[in-house]
DNA sequence: CTACATGCAAACCGTTTGCACCCTA
DNA sequence: TAGGGTGCAAACGGTTTGCATGTAG
């Protein structure tokens, strides 16, 4: 299995939490919340802490399994799993609903600010904002 | 003047913290933290506390004088005058050194995006990471 | 059996808030 | 002079960390 030998090659060991963290992340459509994650593993009956959450994905996102992200207006980081895609998203400013945006509207640009930057880039952050029908 | 006009129709109070946090700003060619808007005035002899920035920088935000943005790997949230018009950054991920990009790539996008979500869009953010020519 | 993983509680740190006093309009 | 503004210190809340113990390899 990828993951089990990813975490293998840097030195770490492949425990039953990370395995559960990473379905967990799986098994959303949206990024969530540590805090999330950890309800949702509680209500599993899995005995876990909330720092253990919080270093798993610190460690996931190391290893470019998850990605992190940041919203105007949550107060804490989401995580959602690399395996997801590239992806943005729409979020309602009311009621905090994302909607995943399929079609990366940077891609191209980006490739043309590196030919014209000297910078080598690794990537972008983008997230739209308004209000959802229901909302508006 | 239009600051002033601007804090009056919301019952506010043109006090002279106000002004000097927002020439700060404005003194500024990329974003900088309430910590770093403190410190300057302070240099500047200038008695003032950090809840006071906090305090006005809010405000600011709210009547759209002002941007609030945050960056990956950036611990804390960085302000820049709406005066300096609708900009981007290439972020780099070593130096942390910010690059403005003055051509928006996401603007058509957003039109076309609200023609076909229903969403009534407000704005966006985005922010290019990558590694500048020194770093890479 | 050794190094990494984990739980727990405390520390951290950017940001917010309560309160008494100050100052603008 | 009334109501917003400010300084100070304490509170807040998401996240990180130290330490003793557990467990994968």
Redesign the interface.
Same mark, same amino acid.
């Given at each position: 299995m990828e993951f089990e030998k990813e975490l293998r090659k840097n030195g770490l060991k492949n425990t039953p939490h990370r395995t559960r963290i990473m379905e967990v992340l799986e098994s959303y459509e949206v990024p969530v919340s540590a805090q999330d994650i950890y309800e949702r593993l509680k209500e599993d009956k899995v005995r876990i802490s909330l720092s253990t959450v919080y270093r798993t994905l610190d460690k996931l996102v190391a290893l470019d399994f998850v990605r992190?992200l +940041?919203f105007?207006g949550e107060d804490s980081a989401l995580f959602e799993s690399i395996r997801k895609g590239h992806r943005h998203y %729409?979020v *309602? %400013?009311r009621c905090r609903k994302k909607?995943v !945006?399929d079609?990366c =509207? !940077?891609k191209e &640009?980006?490739e043309t @600010? #590196?030919r014209e930057?000297?910078? +080598? !880039? #690794? $990537?972008? /952050? @983008?997230? !739209? &904002? $308004?209000? *959802? =029908?229901a909302c /508006?």
């Open positions: 992190k +940041s105007t %729409l *309602c %400013l909607t !945006i079609k =509207p !940077i &640009y980006q @600010l #590196e930057t000297d910078f +080598s !880039i #690794e $990537g972008h /952050k @983008l997230a !739209i &904002y $308004g209000y *959802c =029908p /508006k």
